[in-house]
């Protein structure tokens, strides 16, 4: 799979990339995640990326003709068409089962929005969809990217370790509702000690102990994942 951002600040998100599982998704898993800086494709002398919002209004509009340029060069770099993504407020919102969808392409470009955003002329030229987070306004749509590379990477086969599988994870395949809680040493801290039922070794009462676990924590935090699922 191959994951481009188009971004005005590649230097902002490298050092993401090269640690943990990004680094592994790259090295291990066949991912291979490519930052495309959006300056070089800057118009005249000082390579100018961004004007006035015509209309008037506060803040800046990246270029059409900067934009279309750096996502058209992205596409050529890999031979299987893109499906484009553009970070937006205004965008469908992301959650998990659309991260799977993602997650089975060959060939994904983000453009990471900026300032009041891009010129609406280089999504209707290029295609793709606009995608948010969550509802809540962020400066900019570097953050965004890397939410979605990470979310996405993560789902790849080889890239999380074998112990622990996205599949078990909240919102993943298997029940489809929240993961309960964790613990590690020491068994005892300031008088509170760690459930029994996961010192005992008995793996199947651990694993039942958990999955009830984990329902209860939906039906108090997020009854609406439970609506149409299970009489709750
Ligand atoms: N840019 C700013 N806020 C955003 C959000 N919530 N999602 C995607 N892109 C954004």
Redesign the pocket.
Known sequence: MVLQVVTLFPEMLSGLLDHSMLKRAQERAGVEIRLVGLRPFGVGTHRTTDDYPFGGGPGMVLRVDVVVPAVEWAMMHHQAPATVLW???Q?RRLDQHWCRELASLDHIIIVA?HYEGIDERAREIVGGTE???????????EL?AMVLVDAITRLRPGVLGAERGAAEDSFGEIGGYLEGPQYTRPEVYRLKAVPSVLLSGHHQNIRQWREAQGLERTKQRRPDLLDGQIDA
């Open positions: 970070t937006s407020p965008g929005g995608v948010s987070i969550g509802d809540y306004v962020l400066t900019g749509g965004p």
